[in-house]
C-alpha cells in the first residue's frame, strides 16, 4: 500500500495532478504543432513551454497563494526569497527530445520549504511514469515503491554522464570501465537512479534548481545520495537558483565518484 509522509500529501496530491494535466496539454500542443525559437542562450523552446508554464503557475498558485514560484519560463524575482515555501517548475524537461517525439522528456515540480524539497513528482507522459516522494515517506514510481540500486563498485556500472568527459585525460584518478547511456531530461536522469535502473548520473557543469528540485528528494527519498561533486549538499530558493554540479548516485558508489571528482573546481 502506498504510503505518503502526511504533512505533505496535500501538496503531493496537488502537484502530481498538475503534472499530469500539464502533460497531457504536452502531448495536444504537440500534435497540433510546435512553434519553436531559440533563447538568448541558444537553447529551443517551445509555444508548448509556455503554455504549460502558464497552467501550472495558474493550477498551483491559485490552490496555494501564499507560496513562492520559481519556473524556468517565468522571470525570476526576489519575491520567492522571502516565501517558506515554494514551488519549483520546469514546464517541459528534455525539450528536444519533446520536440523530436522521442520520450526522453517530463515534467518535474517541486515543493520546498526553507530551502529543503518537502513533496515531488517527475511526470514522463510519453512513458505513462509518475515519480512521486514527499520528505520522510519514500519515493514511488506507478505507486509502486523504488530503491536505488545496491551496486558496491564503479566497475560495469550503469551511468547517465558524457563518455567522453570521463574518458578524457583531465583525472588524477582513472575511471574504471563503466556503462554510458544519455537521457536528455536531467530530472528523468534522476529518477532512473532513484528507480535504480542506473546506478549514477554525473554532470559537472552548473545545474538549474528547477532541473534537479524534484529529482533531489526523489532520488534520496529512494536511497540514493545527492550532491555538487565536492560532495556539498544542496540548498534551494538561493539568490542565483543553479547548483555548481550533479552527482546522483547510488549510496555506496557516491563518495567513489566524489573522491575522483574532488580535483576539478567547482563552477562559479
Not at 519549483?88 to 529543503?116: L, R
Request: charged fraction near 25%; include cysteine.
Amino acid at each position: 500500500m502506498t504510503t505518503y509522509n502526511d504533512n505533505f500529501t496535500q501538496d503531493l496530491n496537488l502537484i502530481r495532478d498538475a503534472a499530469r494535466a500539464a502533460g497531457d496539454l504536452a502531448l495536444a500542443e504537440r500534435e497540433r504543432g510546435l512553434k519553436i525559437w531559440s533563447k538568448p542562450d541558444r537553447s529551443p523552446v517551445t509555444h508548448a513551454d509556455e503554455a504549460v508554464d502558464a497552467l501550472l503557475r495558474d493550477i498551483l498558485l491559485a490552490a496555494r497563494p501564499d507560496y513562492g514560484w520559481l519556473s524556468e519560463e517565468t522571470p525570476d524575482g526576489p519575491d520567492r526569497l522571502s516565501r517558506e515555501r515554494l514551488f519549483i517548475v520546469d514546464p517541459i524537461d528534455g525539450t528536444v527530445a519533446y520536440m523530436k517525439n522521442t520520450p526522453w522528456w517530463c515534467i518535474p515540480i517541486a515543493v520546498v520549504e526553507n530551502g529543503v524539497p518537502v513533496a515531488a513528482v517527475i511526470h514522463a507522459p510519453a512513458l505513462d511514469e509518475t515519480f512521486v516522494a514527499t520528505r520522510g515517506g519514500g519515493a514511488f514510481l506507478n505507486d509502486r515503491p523504488i530503491t536505488a540500486s545496491d551496486v558496491t563498485t564503479l566497475d560495469d556500472a550503469s551511468v547517465l554522464a558524457d563518455a567522453r568527459l570521463l574518458e578524457g585525460p583531465i583525472w588524477p584518478e582513472p575511471w574504471p570501465v563503466m556503462r554510458f547511456e544519455k537521457r536528455n531530461a536531467i530530472a528523468y536522469r534522476m529518477a532512473l537512479v532513484a528507480a535504480g535502473a542506473f546506478d549514477a548520473a554525473i554532470a559537472l557543469t552548473p545545474k538549474w534548481d528547477w532541473d534537479i528540485a524534484a529529482g533531489a528528494l526523489i532520488a534520496e527519498e529512494a536511497g540514493a545520495k545527492v550532491s555538487d561533486h565536492h560532495g556539498r549538499p544542496w540548498l534551494f530558493n538561493r539568490p542565483d537558483p543553479r547548483q555548481s554540479s550533479l552527482i546522483c548516485a547510488a549510496p555506496a558508489l557516491h563518495p567513489l565518484i566524489v573522491r575522483r571528482c574532488a580535483p576539478i573546481p567547482l563552477a562559479n
